[in-house]
């Protein structure tokens, strides 16, 4: 079974640009969370979706951040416009039921805002 | 709010040998899961180990235990028999399960563990 894929890996972009990042979660499980990691801090939740529909979308940290998972099944995060603090590591995670399943994070994509 | 700590930046270890990971967090709920996850340097980030707080015995897998003291608000993470594949960066991270809320996961800010052949 494959596990949650991000794209890209790497992302290197300049201020002011835009960027978009993909994950593929676990086939079959209804949801998706958004996480990042700025360097040396901790990891805080952006955003979780459950099918299609944003169930929190609480972490997000402005409105420069749009995320979509267009027919319940990848997602995409938007950054419009790139800002230097927006640079870390965007992780992506999946599971299949809601209170109990343990979430599956996939490899993440470094984002640098130059 | 919930806050997870982790007051130890970077550890070492030399390979067989046994080290204990410390995570404290705080809370006002009752019924939560404590998770230690590890991030192997440029791979994906995997579940060590669970520990529901209504159960009393601590978490085990392999070489892996945790030491949960519920009063205390911790969840230490022994590993015993030390490899060199441990070498990673252990997350603690704390979940409240889903009651009209996102069961999201707060994470404290890490440690870099290094085993030394």
């Known amino acids: 079974e494959a596990g949650v894929t991000q794209f890209p890996s790497h992302s290197v972009i300049e201020k002011g640009q835009t960027v978009t990042l993909r994950c593929d979660p676990i086939?079959?499980?209804?949801?998706l969370y958004w996480y990042r990691r700025v360097m040396g801090k901790e990891i805080k939740f952006l955003l979780h979706?459950?099918?299609?529909?944003?169930?929190?979308e609480s972490g997000m940290p402005n409105n420069r951040f749009l995320a979509e998972r267009t027919g319940g099944t990848y997602s995409t995060l938007k950054v419009q416009p790139a800002e230097l603090e927006d640079s870390g590591v965007y992780f992506c995670?999946?599971?299949?039921?809601?209170?109990?399943?343990?979430?599956?994070f996939g490899p993440g994509t470094r984002l640098t805002v130059l | 709010a919930q806050t997870v700590t982790q007051s130890q930046p970077e550890m070492s270890v030399q390979e067989a040998e046994t080290v204990t990971l410390s995570c404290t967090y705080d809370?006002?709920?009752?019924?939560?899961?404590l998770f230690w996850y590890k991030q192997p340097p440029s791979r994906q980030m995997i579940l060590v180990i669970r520990?529901?707080?209504?159960?009393?015995q601590n978490a085990t897998e392999n070489r892996f235990s945790v030491n949960f003291q519920k009063a205390a608000k911790s969840f230490s993470l022994k590993i015993s028999d030390s490899q060199l594949g441990d070498t990673a960066m252990y997350f603690c991270?704390?979940?409240?399960?889903?009651?009209?809320?996102?069961?999201?996961?707060?994470f404290g800010t890490g440690t870099l563990l290094a085993v030394q052949p």
């Open positions: 995670a999946s599971s299949q039921e809601l209170s109990t399943d343990t979430q599956y």
């Open positions: 086939s079959g499980h209804d949801n």
């Open positions: 979706f459950v099918k299609e529909s944003k169930q929190d």
């Open positions: 809370t006002s709920e009752s019924n939560y899961y």
């Open positions: 520990q529901e707080a209504y159960k009393q």
């Open positions: 991270a704390f979940m409240k399960p889903y009651g009209g809320a996102t069961n999201k996961l707060i």
